[in-house]
């Protein structure tokens, strides 16, 4: 990439949907976009819709689609956070006593209830907005959809990070 960055560094330009879906739609005959909001509003909707697209029989679906994995957040504790993350004897012996479903039950319960949401700030929202606004515009028009609510703000809860 551009003077010897890694790809991952690129992640704000990578973000620039516009020319890599018209890309796909000019190579290929047949293109679904799905939108991130839509499928975390109804997760088995969208994906019985991706399934008809691909001609996959919808009734085979997985019992976890919409389940969120990996979640992001701040921690409440960063004792805890730390204790979830790292090996320690504690947790040695925890897998020795506990059958491996309960202890990652129990593990991924207390991620996801150590993690606390927080909202993008103003400013940063703001400046993403600027920096995606033509972008969104062109998006929009290659998919002949109104996408400007990417640019007003939040229309959702899935917004957060």
């Known amino acids: 990439m551009r003077k010897g960055w890694e790809f991952l560094w690129h992640y704000k330009e990578v973000g620039k949907y516009a020319a890599q879906v018209k890309a796909f739609m ?7 976009v799905c939108y991130f909001d839509e ?5 088995g909707r969208v ?3 991706i399934c008809a697209f691909l001609g996959v029989d919808e009734t085979a ?3 976890n689609v919409g ?14 956070q730390r204790f979830l993350q790292e090996e320690s004897a504690a947790k040695m ?4 006593l506990l059958p491996s479903t309960v202890g990652r ?3 991924a319960f207390a991620r996801e209830k150590n993690l606390r949401k927080t909202a993008i700030a ?6 993403l907005a600027e920096y995606f606004a033509g972008d969104v515009r062109t998006l929009g028009h290659v998919l002949g959809a109104d996408l400007s609510h990417w640019l007003t703000g939040p229309s959702s809860p899935h917004h957060r990070v």
């Open 122 to 127: 103003a400013d940063s929202r703001r400046a």
């Open 61 to 63: 679906m997985p019992d």
């Open 26 to 32: 000019q190579e290929f005959k047949h293109v679904k």
């Open 67 to 80: 389940k969120i994995y990996n979640s992001s957040g701040k921690p409440r504790s960063n004792a805890l």
């Open 47 to 49: 994906t019985r819709q």
């Open 93 to 96: 012996l925890a897998r020795r």
């Open 39 to 43: 499928f975390a509003e109804a997760p």
């Open 105 to 107: 039950r129990v593990a």
